[in-house]
Structure formats: structure tokens, C-alpha cells
């Protein structure tokens, strides 16, 4: 019982301490944390009026800053309308001195008009007195005077106009003569002996001057075989070693060459002999036409041609114009005429195909009658070619008008291919020919003192007579000489025509 008692009091007493002792550790605790807040708190409230100060003065910064700013806007905007009312006012003072002068040269002007309306007063007054004094020695009146003055002048103006008839009847005259000259010439183009001689002649060398017996052989016979079988007319003459094949038809002509040279390596030459060797050749001849017609078509990207045309276009090998070889004539001008279509935006092909075929009546044209530009579109549109690429064939040398850009573009590509240095060339003869006509054309003007064409035949230079052509004369001169030149000769580029006109004094000192 005790036991329990004392257990029971101690008990009490060790819950009463505890209680106390958990009682001042709370109350205790309580307090440090209340003070530890408290000296938060007053961190806080420290540092918040440390940054507010800072927040002052950093405003106060800025607020100087942006009235310094404002306050240097502002004077330069002063200085800036300032220096505008300084120019004002400068041009305000040159347009009061403008205005100034400009009153004083009216008044000048306006003494000078009065001036001026008082001299022509005295002039008419003058005029007048003198056409009274006039009228007065002469014995007419001014309507009598201008009544035969208008009849002198009418009777010149008849003998003027008649002179001009005249003239123009004889212009009329002189250019259907030129036509009618052109028209035969162009005829007499083929069978001229000065102009054909380079282009329808082989030469062809023997082993010895034996082989010409054995060519001509007995009574002729060989010969007479040859010529018969190929078309081809045999010159032997006293040239040594050496015979000419004479014949307006280039093919023919070339199978004739190549026949006769294998006839010649292979030494028997009898009729028989004659006849199958010129087939044989003929033959050999005609697929070298296709090979060639297709090497062509190849060259200039022109696909698709039917064979008849290829044939012709081979045959333009054998074909020569001015020296200049027609086949690759036409391929050069098949390959500037693409290039001047892709240039300006024209259609590459037609130009291309046109100006390869451009050429093509050449072929044919000993056989057919007519231009070849003409014979040429006709056997184009004969093999079905668009109508494009036969106006470009039939328009190339204004037989036909041109229908297209690539018309033009194919006339271009081919007087380019034509005219450039060193494609062409001609005779001698032909030559000085030419020569002589320009300078008989530049003659034949009034005023002309001489003439001299140079840079073979490229410029004509021409010496007038200073006192009957004068500055403008000259210009006008070189356009007539000019133009002469143009209607009256056929020539391949351009002739530069040049006028001069000096005037010399010469003194001697004695």
C-alpha cells in the first residue's frame, strides 16, 4: 500500500515536473522564435529602405538624364530653326536683288522695243520713199511690177517642170535599162566564160603525156565513148601531162574526174571499159551524195529530212558560188541562224532547217529555170516542208516577202556566212572589173574630180571639186554614190563610200 502510495506520488511528481519543464521549453522556444522574426522583420524593413534609396536615386538619375536629353533636342531644334531663318532670310535678300535686276532689264527692254519700233517706223518710211522712187524711174506701179514678176516666175516654173519630166522620163529610162541589164545578166551567168572557167573545169593529171593518145584512142573513139557515157566534155591540149574535164553539171562533172582517174591507174581504156567503169563511179558518186546530205543534216541539227532533199543537199558539195563551197555554206548559215534565234527568242529549228536548205535550187538549177531561191522553196514545199521554212528558202534574196522573223533571220545568217573576210573570191578579170565600175560610177556625178577605189574594192574614195560642192553637198553626195553603188553592182560585204572636199592655198614666198 505504501508502495503504491509513494509510486503514485512520485508519479505525480515526475508528471508535474514535466509538465513544467515542457511548459518553460515551450514558452521558451516561443520566445526565440518570436525574436528571430523580429530580427527578420527588421532585416527586411532595413533592406526595403536600403533598396527604396537606391530605387530614389536611380530614378532621380534617370530623370536627370532624359531632361538633359530634352533640354539638347531642344537646342539643336533652336540652332536647326535658326539656321533655316538665316537661309530664308539670305534667299529673301537674293530674290529682292533678283527682282531688283530684273526690273532694271524690263526698263532696258522696254527702251529697247520702243527703240526698235521707232527704226522699223524709219525703215517703212524709207522703204516707202524708195519704192516710190523706184516706181517713178521704172515707169510702173507696184501691181504692174509684181504682175510680171509673177509671170517671169511662172514661165521658169514651166521650164522647170519641164526640165524635171525630162528627167525623171530619162531616170525612168536608165532603170529599165538596169532591170532589163540585170535580167540578161542573170541569165548569162551560167555559160559566162570569165566568171564559170574556175567552177566548171577539172584538171586532172597523167603519168605522161602517152596517156592522152590511149585517152583519145583510135579515130577517137574512146574519147567520143567517155563524153557519151558521162556527159562530160575532154580538153586535151598542149598542156603537159595534163587534161581538163569541162561541164556546167558539178556531179556529172565529178564522176567524169573520178572515172577518167581510174580509167588512167588502171591503163585499159577501150569502150567497154568506159561504160562500167562510169557506172561504177556513178554508183560510188551517189553515195557520196547520201553520206554527205546526211552529214549535213547532222552538222546543222536538222533532223528528219526526206532522202530526195539529202540527195540534194549531198549534191551542194560538188557546187561552188564565188569560190565559196555550198554545202558548207549552208551548214555555216544553219549554225549562225540558230545562233541568231536563240538570240532574240525566234524558233531555233525552222531558222536552222531554213537556212540549211536555203541554197537547195542550186542543186537543180542548171536543169530548171528561174531563181534558186524560188526553184529551191518549190522543191521544199514539193517534199513536204512547213510553209515557214519555205518562205525562208523562197525569201532569202527578196524573190518572195518575207513572212516570219525567221525569214529574216535566215537573209541575215546567209550574207553573214557570205560576206565575212576570205569566204568568197573571184576572178581577176571579174576583179578589175569591179573595180573600174566604182570609180566610173563615182564620175559620173557632177563636181567629181577623181576617184579611187581601194582596200580592193572595200572603200571608195572620192576627190570633189571645192568651189562646185560645198560641206553639204559632200554629205548628200556620199548617200547618191552610195546608193548608186547599191542598184548598179553586185558585190559581196560592204563598200564604205568617202567624200572629201579640200580646199588649198598656195603661195610662194620670193
Not at 542573170?186 to 596517156?211: E, G, H, I, K
Not at 569560190?323 to 532574240?344: D, Y
Not at 542598184?487 to 560592204?494: I, R
Request: aromatic fraction near 4%; include cysteine; charge should be negative.
Amino acid at each position: 500500500m505504501e508502495t503504491a502510495l509513494i509510486t503514485l506520488v512520485i508519479a505525480l511528481v515526475t508528471g508535474g515536473l514535466g509538465a513544467a519543464a515542457g511548459y518553460w521549453y515551450r514558452s521558451y522556444r516561443d520566445k526565440r522564435e518570436i525574436g528571430s522574426a523580429r530580427v527578420r522583420a527588421e532585416s527586411i524593413v532595413t533592406q526595403a529602405e536600403a533598396e527604396s534609396k537606391e530605387l530614389v536615386l536611380s530614378a532621380k538619375d534617370e530623370a536627370l538624364t532624359i531632361r538633359d536629353k530634352a533640354e539638347a533636342e531642344a537646342n539643336r531644334r533652336r540652332q536647326k530653326l535658326q539656321n533655316q531663318e538665316e537661309r530664308l532670310v539670305t534667299r529673301r535678300e537674293k530674290l529682292d536683288r533678283r527682282y531688283d535686276h530684273l526690273e532694271g532689264r524690263a526698263r532696258n527692254l522696254d527702251k529697247r522695243e520702243k527703240k526698235l519700233e521707232r527704226e522699223e517706223q524709219a525703215v517703212e518710211e524709207m522703204h516707202q520713199r524708195r519704192m516710190s522712187e523706184l516706181e517713178r524711174i521704172a515707169g510702173l506701179s507696184r501691181e504692174e511690177a509684181h504682175e510680171e514678176l509673177l509671170a517671169r516666175i511662172e514661165e521658169e516654173a514651166r521650164a522647170d517642170a519641164a526640165r524635171v519630166i525630162r528627167e525623171v522620163e530619162m531616170q525612168t529610162r536608165d532603170e529599165a535599162e538596169r532591170r532589163a541589164r540585170e535580167i540578161i545578166v542573170a541569165a548569162m551567168q551560167r555559160c559566162a566564160t570569165d566568171y564559170v572557167a574556175d567552177n566548171v573545169v577539172s584538171t586532172l593529171s597523167l603519168p605522161n603525156d602517152d596517156m592522152k593518145g590511149r585517152i583519145i584512142g583510135r579515130q577517137g573513139r574512146n574519147i567520143r565513148a567517155f563524153e557519151h557515157a558521162t556527159g562530160v566534155d575532154v580538153i586535151v591540149d598542149d598542156t603537159p601531162e595534163t587534161v581538163l574535164l569541162s561541164c556546167f553539171d558539178p556531179v556529172r562533172r565529178e564522176i567524169g574526174r573520178q572515172a577518167l582517174q581510174k580509167l588512167v591507174n588502171d591503163g585499159r581504156i577501150h569502150p567497154a571499159r568506159i561504160e562500167s567503169t562510169v557506172e561504177k563511179t556513178k554508183g560510188e558518186v551517189d553515195a557520196i551524195i547520201r553520206e554527205e546530205g546526211e552529214k549535213a543534216a547532222y552538222k546543222a541539227k536538222v533532223p528528219g529530212l526526206p532522202s530526195e532533199l539529202l540527195k540534194l543537199l549531198g549534191r551542194l558539195k560538188f557546187r561552188t558560188s564565188y569560190g565559196q563551197n555550198v554545202l558548207q555554206h549552208s551548214i555555216e548559215t544553219a549554225h549562225l541562224a540558230a545562233m541568231l534565234a536563240a538570240e532574240i527568242g525566234a524558233d531555233g529549228d525552222i531558222a536552222r532547217a531554213g537556212a540549211l536548205l536555203h541554197d537547195i535550187g542550186k542543186a537543180v538549177s542548171h536543169e530548171v529555170e528561174g531563181p534558186h531561191a524560188l526553184i529551191g522553196a518549190d522543191i521544199a514545199k514539193r517534199h513536204g516542208m512547213g510553209s515557214k521554212i519555205v518562205n525562208a528558202i523562197g525569201a532569202h534574196h527578196h524573190e518572195d516577202e518575207p513572212q516570219c522573223v525567221e525569214t529574216i533571220i535566215v537573209e541575215a545568217a546567209d550574207a553573214i556566212s557570205g560576206a565575212r573576210p576570205g569566204a568568197r573570191r573571184e576572178t581577176l578579170e571579174m576583179y578589175v572589173k569591179r573595180i573600174k565600175a566604182l570609180e566610173n560610177i563615182a564620175r559620173e556625178f557632177d563636181g567629181v574630180d577623181e576617184s579611187y577605189a581601194i582596200q580592193a574594192g572595200r572603200e571608195l574614195r572620192i576627190i570633189v571639186k571645192p568651189d562646185a560642192v560645198d560641206d553639204l553637198a559632200a554629205i548628200q553626195l556620199s548617200r547618191d554614190i552610195a546608193k548608186k553603188v547599191e542598184e548598179s553592182l553586185e558585190y559581196p560585204g560592204q563598200v564604205k563610200v568617202a567624200v572629201i572636199r579640200e580646199t588649198r592655198a598656195i603661195e610662194y614666198a620670193k
